[in-house]
Nanobody, 133 residues
Framework: QLQLVESGGGLVQPGGSLTLSCEAS????????IAWFRRAPGKEREGVAC????????????SVKGRFNISRDKTRDGYKPLVYLQMGSLKPEDSGVYYC??????????????????????WGQGLQVTVSS
């Protein structure tokens, strides 16, 4: 059973930066794809970014391209990955609860459901990111 634990949330001013971490365990194969989702108040959950160590493809939502960067800690083996979401030029509309998610049977970020999160069976507990002055 996968376990995903997020850390690094908090309050940041508009234009500022914040880095989130997702530490995972329980993978039985060293290949994985891990994604970040967020849910803003009154809005549906949406995908933000995804990274795969299988095909080295990364996906980003249009709203965060050029501002956010997802990366993997390459010193960690695939069974216990550590994934970062570096967020820059933050806007108030980036506020929300951020979750990392994965599904051990799907190791690519291609053709995933980033609007609803279908196909991601394991989720972290989520953490709050607030962008406000």
């Amino acid at each position: 059973q996968l376990q995903l634990v997020e850390s690094g949330g908090g309050l940041v001013q508009p234009g500022g930066s914040l880095t989130l971490s997702c530490e995972a365990s329980g993978f039985t194969s060293p290949a994985y794809a891990i994604a970040w989702f967020r849910r803003a108040p009154g809005k549906e959950r949406e995908g933000v970014a995804c990274t795969s160590n299988f095909d080295h493809y990364s996906w980003y939502a249009d709203s965060v391209k050029g501002r956010f960067n997802i990366s993997r800690d390459k010193t960690r083996d695939g069974y216990k990955p550590l994934v970062y979401l570096q967020m820059g030029s933050l806007k108030p509309e980036d506020s929300g609860v951020y979750y990392c998610a994965s599904e051990p049977t799907r190791v690519s970020c291609y053709y995933r459901d980033y609007s609803g999160g279908t196909g991601f069976g394991s989720w972290g507990q989520g953490l709050q990111v607030t962008v406000s002055s």
